[in-house]
Nanobody, 116 residues
Framework: QVQLVESGGGLVQPGGSLRLSCVAS????????MRWYRQAPGKERELVAA????????DYADSVKGRLTISRDNAKNTVYLQMNSLKPEDTAVYFC?????????WGQGTQVTVSS
């Protein structure tokens, strides 16, 4: 049974930090590229960060470059999203996504709220 379980979301003040985690099970994690998406109320889901299966290639949306960092630990079947200098516009539900050729798995999401 494939599972992606996100955690680490919460309420944080502007300028603060959070670290999201996504633990995978039920598939060979090290063979999959991993992505973090987010979806704010009334908006489409958007890709914010991606990392290759080996972790040697990363890509970010322009709106988060320099503030968010994606990483992975294939020994722990986990992908992370370190979020620094958070802004109110970062408020959204954050989803992790595993992709390999035609296979595509999603987690249930974790809420991040940036507010004073």
């Amino acid at each position: 049974q494939v599972q992606l379980v996100e955690s680490g979301g919460g309420l944080v003040q502007p300028g603060g930090s959070l670290r999201l985690s996504c633990v995978a099970s039920g598939f060979t994690f090290s063979r999959y590229a991993m992505r973090w998406y987010r979806q704010a109320p009334g908006k489409e889901r958007e890709l914010v960060a991606a990392i290759s299966s080996a972790g040697d290639s990363k890509d970010y949306a322009d709106s988060v470059k320099g503030r968010l960092t994606i990483s992975r630990d294939n020994a722990k079947n986990t992908v992370y999203l370190q979020m620094n200098s958070l802004k109110p516009e970062d408020t959204a539900v954050y989803f992790c996504n595993a992709v390999r050729i035609t296979e595509n798995y999603w987690g249930q999401g974790t809420q991040v709220t940036v507010s004073s």
